[in-house]
């Protein structure tokens, strides 16, 4: 069966990065520019008329579609109805296709999404944008302050980076201070909560991105930077293909005394040297092979004998995905209470709905403990209550068991443990850098007290199913870019709507220049002491 022209689709089961232009080595941004400008001139932009009434188009399906998360509107203070229309100027006043398809991607940007962006689409708008390039540093936030930001260097290319140390304080950026930098990188920024924008901003502050105007950079990345010892210095630094660019981290051993022994897609198991009854679980992702690697896993335990060790797991430096309750199933030994969902009922979510309605069930699919493969149970539910919602007008569906993907539609959402499990105690490590389905996952622990959390809280995005739809410029009919929309709540265990609302660990640990050389080993061994472990000496 085709699906509608409109398309849905899971969070973070799509790529993010958009297509960049096909270039052999780093050329100028000003060549470059000067390039997409010809290019825009040829493929028309319409009228600003007509580009006003493309504002309305948006603002208008944005209202009636979108999902919204007063909580998360509260935390960064902001109306994202209001915000996008601040950019009404940007998007009428475009003189160029590269001009208009930034001044898109901030008016997209304004609701604070970070599962929302363009995607370029045939005959529309050429995605433009530099080739992407790297400055031989990396950086991270300084969370010491949270009114005040800073960053600093983690991490440089010796070969390139001049006298650049990792641990230099970073005063200045192409002139602008550190909260200048936040306020004129933020409109580029996809973030969901103050923490995850700020971890991004430092990740980008480096790079030379196709998502981010060609004006916002320089030929090189002019920092002011501070030691130690008081001492401030300049450093302009060249940008490269990223591939020539090899970051030594000043964090450079994160677990000392603890050794790999099962290497898998979406976690690395780790065990410590001296024997010590502690597993610890290195997250990377909620991917597909997360069934098998599960399954590795468990098998891996029961031959060891491990089942009853202590179980740590670190999601500093893990992505989304799905099929986080599968796992938690054989990583504790109580039952559980799932992540819930809805849609907001509009337009687009008819269409989704129907299409789920029609859409036949997996015959194939294989019987797993805590998965529904056949999606049976979402098609039951949109054939019955999806329906019935669109026909009624509600204003959202009910609350069901997360995408109907581990309990049917009737169920409480409490979810028993898998055969064979895990039944020590378990802490979380947590950090911004990643969300979206580590946010549930996360919260299936700490909301049922199944685990101690301690660090950051993970980035706080996580919504139910996101519509696209192709943008055309009104009153010609050509296609522009395709548009995202959040149309559906993730509701946390605890019953709160999980969209800019992640955890709070337990004990808050923020990340700073002070302790980051050190930081996984000391969170690792403040989770082993807080569960009662023992501490290599």
Same mark, same amino acid.
Request: hydrophobic share 40%; aromatic share 8%.
């Given at each position: 069966?085709?699906?509608?022209?409109?398309?849905?689709?899971?969070?973070?089961?799509?790529?993010?990065?958009?297509?960049?232009?096909?270039?052999?080595?780093?050329?100028?941004?000003?060549?470059?520019?000067?390039?997409?400008?010809?290019?825009?001139?040829?493929?028309?932009?319409?009228?600003?008329?007509?580009?006003?009434?493309?504002?309305?188009?948006?603002?208008?399906?944005?209202?009636?579609?979108?999902?919204?998360?007063?909580?998360?509107?509260?935390?960064?203070?902001?109306?994202?109805?209001?915000?996008?229309?601040?950019?009404?100027?940007?998007?009428?006043?475009?003189?160029?296709?590269?001009?208009?398809?930034?001044?898109?991607?901030? $008016?997209? &940007?304004?609701? @604070? =999404?970070?599962? #929302?962006? /363009?995607?370029?689409?045939?005959?529309?708008?050429?995605?433009?944008? %530099?080739?992407?390039?790297?400055?031989?540093?990396?950086?991270?936030?300084?969370?010491?302050?949270?009114?005040?930001?800073?960053f600093f260097v983690a991490g440089v290319d010796p070969a390139h980076a001049g006298d650049v140390r990792t641990g230099d304080l970073i005063v200045r950026v192409n002139g602008r201070d550190a909260g200048d930098v936040?306020?004129?990188?933020?409109?580029?920024?996809?973030?969901?909560?103050?923490?995850?924008? $700020?971890? &991004?901003?430092? @990740? =980008?502050?480096? #790079?030379? /991105?196709?998502?981010?105007?060609?004006?916002?950079?320089?030929?090189? %990345?002019?920092?002011?930077?501070?030691?130690?010892?008081?001492?401030?210095?300049?450093?302009?630094?060249?940008?490269?293909?990223?591939?020539?660019?090899?970051?030594?981290?000043?964090?450079?051993?994160?677990?000392?005394?603890?050794?790999?022994?099962?290497?898998?897609?979406?976690?690395?198991?780790?065990?410590?040297?001296?024997?010590?009854?502690?597993?610890?679980?290195?997250?990377?992702?909620?991917?597909?092979?997360?069934?098998?690697?599960?399954?590795?896993?468990?098998?891996?335990?029961?031959?060891?004998?491990?089942?009853?060790?202590?179980?740590?797991?670190?999601?500093?430096?893990?992505?989304?995905?799905?099929?986080?309750?599968?796992?938690?199933?054989?990583?504790?030994?109580?039952?559980?209470?799932?992540?819930?969902?809805?849609?907001?009922?509009?337009?687009?979510?008819?269409?989704?709905?129907?299409?789920?309605?029609?859409?036949?069930?997996?015959?194939?699919?294989?019987?797993?403990?805590?998965?529904?493969?056949?999606?049976?149970?979402?098609?039951?539910?949109?054939?019955?209550?999806?329906?019935?919602?669109?026909?009624?007008?509600?204003?959202?569906?009910?609350?069901?068991?997360?995408?109907?993907?581990?309990?049917?539609?009737?169920?409480?959402?409490?979810?028993?443990?898998?055969?064979?499990?895990?039944?020590?105690?378990?802490?979380?490590?947590?950090?911004?850098?990643?969300?979206?389905?580590?946010?549930?996952?996360?919260?299936?622990?700490?909301?049922?007290?199944?685990?101690?959390?301690?660090?950051?809280?993970?980035?706080?995005?996580?919504?139910?199913?996101?519509?696209?739809?192709?943008?055309?410029?009104?009153?010609?009919?050509?296609?522009?870019?395709?548009?995202?929309?959040?149309?559906?709540?993730?509701?946390?265990?605890?019953?709160?709507?999980?969209?800019?609302?992640?955890?709070?660990?337990?004990?808050?640990?923020?990340?700073?220049?002070?302790?980051?050389?050190?930081?996984?080993?000391?969170?690792?061994?403040?989770?082993?002491?807080?569960?009662?472990?023992?501490?290599?000496?």
């Amino acid at each position: 069966m085709s699906w509608p022209p409109r398309r849905f689709h899971a969070p973070l089961l799509l790529t993010a990065t958009l297509v960049a232009a096909a270039l052999s080595e780093v050329a100028s941004p000003r060549a470059i520019l000067a390039q997409q400008e010809g290019i825009g001139r040829q493929g028309g932009i319409g009228t600003a008329e007509q580009r006003s009434a493309l504002v309305d188009t948006i603002l208008a399906r944005t209202a009636r579609r979108e999902a919204w998360s007063p909580i998360k509107e509260a935390t960064l203070g902001y109306d994202p109805l209001a915000e996008m229309e601040a950019v009404r100027g940007e998007v009428v006043n475009a003189s160029t296709a590269e001009e208009l398809w930034y001044a898109l991607t901030k $008016l997209s &940007n304004a609701r @604070r =999404d970070s599962h #929302l962006y /363009l995607t370029p689409v045939e005959g529309g708008l050429p995605a433009p944008g %530099l080739p992407e390039a790297r400055a031989p540093v990396h950086v991270l936030p300084d969370y010491g302050d949270p009114d005040r930001p800073s960053f600093f260097v983690a991490g440089v290319d010796p070969a390139h980076a001049g006298d650049v140390r990792t641990g230099d304080l970073i005063v200045r950026v192409n002139g602008r201070d550190a909260g200048d930098v936040v306020d004129a990188f933020r409109p580029w920024t996809r973030h969901s909560s103050p923490q995850g924008l $700020l971890w &991004n901003v430092a @990740r =980008d502050l480096p #790079l030379r /991105l196709p998502t981010t105007a060609s004006w916002m950079y320089g030929e090189t %990345l002019d920092l002011e930077l501070q030691r130690d010892s008081g001492a401030r210095f300049t450093a302009s630094l060249p940008y490269l293909p990223p591939e020539e660019v090899e970051i030594r981290m000043g964090e450079d051993e994160l677990y000392p005394g603890f050794r790999t022994v099962m290497e898998r897609f979406n976690f690395h198991v780790l065990r410590p040297d001296d024997g010590r009854p502690i597993v610890l679980l290195q997250w990377l992702d909620f991917e597909y092979e997360l069934i098998q690697d599960v399954q590795d896993l468990m098998e891996y335990a029961e031959a060891e004998g491990i089942l009853d060790h202590m179980l740590v797991i670190d999601v500093t430096d893990s992505s989304g995905g799905s099929r986080g309750a599968y796992a938690i199933q054989r990583l504790v030994s109580e039952p559980f209470r799932t992540t819930f969902g809805n849609i907001r009922v509009s337009d687009a979510a008819a269409e989704m709905i129907r299409a789920w309605a029609e859409e036949p069930d997996i015959e194939d699919a294989p019987e797993i403990f805590g998965l529904n493969e056949s999606r049976s149970w979402l098609h039951e539910w949109a054939r019955t209550e999806g329906l019935d919602a669109v026909e009624r007008g509600l204003d959202y569906t009910r609350a069901t068991p997360f995408k109907l993907a581990h309990l049917p539609r009737d169920s409480d959402g409490i979810l028993q443990p898998a055969p064979v499990h895990f039944s020590g105690s378990v802490a979380i490590i947590g950090g911004p850098r990643g969300g979206s389905h580590l946010d549930q996952f996360v919260s299936m622990f700490a909301d049922n007290d199944l685990a101690f959390t301690i660090g950051m809280p993970t980035g706080g995005y996580s919504n139910t199913w996101e519509a696209e739809e192709v943008l055309h410029l009104p009153g010609d009919g050509r296609p522009l870019v395709r548009f995202m929309w959040n149309v559906g709540h993730t509701l946390r265990p605890n019953g709160e709507i999980l969209e800019g609302n992640a955890v709070q660990p337990e004990v808050y640990v923020p990340l700073t220049r002070e302790n980051f050389r050190t930081y996984h080993r000391d969170l690792l061994n403040a989770a082993i002491r807080r569960l009662g472990g023992p501490i290599s000496q």
